[in-house]
C-alpha cells in the first residue's frame, strides 16, 4: 500500500474575469497594484484549474504589453519594476518577443544615419538622451573610422545631393540609405537656399 504526504490545500478563488492581449477569457484568482497606472492579474484559463493547488498565472493583459512596449529600451529597470517574481515576469516577456538588449541594438541600428551625420548633443536632443550615451554608442558601433561631421557639405558631394539623380543612385554613388540620401538632399538644397539668400541680401544694401 502506497502512503501519499499529505499537503495542504492552496484556494486561489475566482474574484473577477480578464481577457488577455489575444482576446483569451481568463479567470482571476489573484489582483496586485502597481505604481504604473494598471493592476497586474493572476489566474488561470480554466474556472476549475489550479483552484486549489499552486499559485495562478500571470495573465498578459493589454495594459502590461503596452506598458513593456512604452518602455521596450528603458535601461532604468523599470521593465521589471513590478510585483511579481522576475522570473515569471521574464517568462511572459521572452514569449512576446522583448528583449532589452536586443531591442536596444535595434533602436540604435534604425538611427544609424542620424548617428553617422549629427552632432553627439543634436543627437542626444532630437531623441532625449544623454549625450555621454550618444557618444560612446558612436563608438560602440560606427568605430573611428566614422565620416567626419559635415563630410557631406564638400563641393562635390553637394553637386552630387542637388542633382537630379535618383535617391537611389545618390545612395550608391555616397555610400548610403536612399533615406539618408533624402535626408542630406533636403539639407543640401535649403544651405543652397539661405546662401542665395544671404548673397542678395548683401547686393541690395545700401552703400554707407
Not at 498565472?57 to 521596450?72: H, P
Request: some cysteine; proline content about 4%; overall charge positive.
Amino acid at each position: 500500500m502506497r502512503h501519499f504526504r499529505y499537503r495542504p490545500r492552496l484556494k486561489w478563488p475566482v474574484i473577477g474575469e480578464a481577457r488577455d492581449v489575444f482576446g483569451n477569457l481568463w479567470f482571476v484568482r489573484d489582483i496586485r497594484t502597481t505604481k504604473h497606472g494598471f493592476d497586474l492579474l493572476f489566474g488561470s484559463r480554466d474556472e476549475a484549474d489550479r483552484k486549489y493547488w499552486g499559485p495562478p498565472r500571470l495573465i498578459a493583459t493589454r495594459e502590461l504589453i503596452n506598458y513593456w512596449e512604452a518602455n521596450r529600451t528603458n535601461r532604468d529597470c523599470v521593465i521589471f519594476d513590478l510585483p511579481a517574481g522576475r522570473t515569471t515576469l521574464k517568462r511572459v516577456r521572452r514569449r512576446f518577443g522583448f528583449h532589452l538588449p536586443n531591442d536596444v541594438n535595434a533602436q540604435w541600428r534604425a538611427r544609424l544615419d542620424d548617428l553617422k551625420t549629427l552632432k553627439p548633443r543634436e543627437f542626444a536632443a532630437r531623441y532625449n538622451m544623454k549625450v555621454d550615451v550618444v557618444e560612446d554608442a558612436r563608438l560602440r558601433l560606427l568605430g573611428r573610422t566614422a565620416r567626419l561631421l559635415g563630410w557631406w557639405q564638400t563641393p562635390e558631394t553637394l553637386a552630387i545631393l542637388r542633382s537630379d539623380l535618383k535617391l537611389r543612385e545618390i545612395g550608391q554613388k555616397l555610400g548610403i540609405g536612399t533615406t539618408h540620401a533624402l535626408r542630406l538632399k533636403l539639407r543640401a538644397l535649403e544651405l543652397e537656399r539661405e546662401t542665395a539668400a544671404g548673397q542678395t541680401s548683401q547686393e541690395i544694401r545700401p552703400a554707407a
